[in-house]
């Protein structure tokens, strides 16, 4: 009976996650005309109760062989806010980093034309609602204007579409320019999920919850 209940719970928990996706486009089809570059993210904003990002996938423009061949491995970071300089566009500083990527892309050989490039991540815990800042780097340190990495220039950036469409976010483009007068968003796909990131203490109460009823079972 004890392990009917603790499957149950766990049942019920697991049918309550839901997947929540973020889109601009299809990243894996299409031909687009629009572009910008070069391009070093994009900003996002989570919708309904989303308590953790699985992964983020971005579109390569069309056109021009895939990106050139740099070799530059590219993690995605992930902040709850930037700022920039008014007159330059520059990124002066980093708010929270709220997570990186478990794995880097290669934009010489990963990224094709017309192909999606996929960035994965573990326990990355993210509020509904709010504007996140997805950039670009090449290790996994924290608030570097150094490290940030555009997919190389505007012969070869990741693909646009035109100004409009999804509404809660832009492009990060030439320069570490925001560019919100331009409304461009990159074709991208996000996936977050309802289900929270555990805290430690939590897991680790889980787990001795079950260790218990193992030992009480086999007394």
Do not use: C
């Not at 483009?173 to 461009?184: C, D, I, P, R, S």
């Amino acid at each position: 009976m004890k392990y009917t209940i603790a499957v149950l719970a766990v049942t019920t928990i697991a049918a309550n996650a839901a997947t929540v996706t973020i889109n601009h486009g299809d990243p894996n089809s299409g031909l687009h005309t629009n572009h910008a570059g070069p391009i070093y993210g994009q900003t996002i904003t989570s919708h309904a109760d989303a308590l953790r990002l699985d992964d983020v996938t971005f579109q390569v423009r069309d056109g021009n062989g895939g990106q050139s061949a740099t070799g530059t491995l590219a993690f995605l970071h992930v902040y709850d806010s930037v700022t920039f300089n008014t007159s330059t566009g520059a990124i002066t500083a980093f708010g929270n980093l709220i997570g990186v990527s478990d794995n880097s892309v290669n934009n010489s050989v990963d990224a094709t034309d017309l192909g999606a490039l996929t960035w994965n991540f573990t326990n990355t815990a993210v509020t509904g609602s709010t504007q996140y800042f997805f950039l670009m780097s090449t290790n996994t340190d924290a608030g570097n204007t150094a490290d940030l990495t555009p997919f190389t220039n505007a012969a070869t950036g990741l693909e646009l579409e035109a100004p409009g469409g999804y509404a809660d976010g832009t492009a990060l483009v030439a320069n570490n320019v925001h560019n919100t007068g331009l409304g461009w968003d990159l074709n991208f796909e996000a996936n977050f999920n309802t289900e929270a990131v555990p805290e430690p203490s939590s897991a680790a109460l889980i787990g001795l919850g079950g260790l218990a009823l193992i030992f009480r079972r086999r007394k």
